[in-house]
């Protein structure tokens, strides 16, 4: 074994200011703060003349453990960043373009989940009771607009799962005060002007504008879009994935509610539209709106109409002073995402539409893997690195086919959009074999190969179900002597929706803003 002394990682700089920069920063300080053999430093740089993209509202609930960990109360949180509780996706006109035509993706795992698959039990009858409604309560806390907790539930506890949905650019300047006052985080106000170092080898610093250089062991790329280390410095390969998944296009908008005492809905509503879809998002101040579409099967026009068409129906703000801004994006990441001594998160690592929201937890499994797995020194970085790279290639692979899922199971004929969506050529082969294996079999845990999946069996059952798919299971002996256990749990489960829906506060009375 070589004696020589290595380069220990204890200095860490964080290039961007965005949601990923500011939730890494907290997640690597308060991981090492205690640390006293580990002399871990964090800096945060930011530019003040490129903004941050200011969208992404919608969380999962793994963001009250996330925030939990950095040491933010929840309390705080929700009265500082505008925030409402997230139950889950309401998704409209998916299956046949009708308006009238819904259903709900909970955070709520099936009744029994983890002991019995309820799915054929459900299926004899599928007529009477949509999927979501026989397994699980929150589908019926959602249409009543009610909260997933009672007043004197405890920070992050909850009584139904839930995430959140937030102002993200209150959000980022909570982290940013969070960080710099409680863990040790040093923020430097500066655009990055040069990446030095030898494109194949080690970052070596950074050159600001106004704080000459900075020197660090290991650099996090959070520059969103822009991509500065890994993309431009780097060149690391960008992997298109538009064939598969067409948006490419954004109209975001921001619209007070009508009425103050409007309800603040419990959940993200999803609209399908001819050529994407659209997302509605209740915070306590306002509500958040827009249009994803391809720009291949819609012009910049259409979309235009088709939001302001959506807003006109559910909102009576004045059509003539909204003016929506475009955000256009190309669907896809690198093929790496960790590359020597830099590691990239958030949108300068990739980027798919926001259809179940998965950017921000993505943020959030990096940072966790970054902070609990920061190398010892540079000799093991590379060994990190490989890890993380298969990981994460692993994840974006299966966030691409649950996302998929949702186009391939529509019935819409109504454009080209919808019928290019389900062609064979444009499905990834991973999708098609899971597909082929459900109609014989409900999914369980074990047809997806890691322990901790982005979207479990669980997702995969209420988008499948509640989209109208059949699987054609022959009855079981394990099925018949589960039977009794199974009728149980729908009845159980009918039971806690009508406690629930007795007891629960409506949602925008406990958020405290009547
Ligand atoms: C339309 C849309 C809707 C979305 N909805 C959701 C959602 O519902 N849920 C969800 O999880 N995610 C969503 N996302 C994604 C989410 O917004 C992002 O993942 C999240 O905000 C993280 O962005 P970021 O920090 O990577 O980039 P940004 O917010 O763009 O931040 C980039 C940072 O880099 C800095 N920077 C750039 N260049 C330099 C330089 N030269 N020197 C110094 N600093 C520099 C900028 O100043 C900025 O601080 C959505 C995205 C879009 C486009």
Known sequence: MNSEPRQAINSIVIVGGGSAGWLCAGLIASEH???EHRNVSVTLIESPDVKTIGVGEGTWPTMRTTLKKIGIRETDFLSRCSASFKQGTKFVAWLNGDDAESYYHPFTAPAGYTDINLVPYWQKHR???TFANAVSVQGYVCDRNLAPKQRETPDYAYVVNYGYHLDAGKFAELLHEHCTTQLGVRHV???VTSVNGDPDSDIRSMSTAKHGDIEG????????FASLLLGKHFKVPYVDKRDILFNDSALAIQLPYANEADPIASQTISTARSAGWIWDIGLTSRRGIGYTWSSEYSTDEEAHDTLRQYIGATSSAAMDSIEPRKISFRPGHRSRF???NCVAVGMASGFLEPLEASAL???????????EELPANREVMDVVARRYNDLFRYRWDRIIDFLKLHYVLSKRTDSDFWVDNRRDESIPESLRE???LWQYKAPEHRDLAQVDEVFSAASYQYVLYGMGFETHARDSARQSRDATKAQKLFEE????ASRLVANLPDNRKLLGTT
Request: charged fraction near 25%.
């Open 33 to 35: 703060i205690d640390d």
């Open 127 to 129: 007529d009477a009771i």
């Open 189 to 191: 106000v500066d655009h």
């Open 217 to 224: 062991d290991l650099f996090v790329d959070c520059t969103g």
């Open 338 to 340: 960790w590359h020597r």
């Open 361 to 371: 937890v993505m943020v959030e499994l990096a940072g966790k893997m970054i902070s």
């Open 434 to 436: 899971l597909l082929a």
């Open 493 to 496: 489960n009918s039971d806690l």
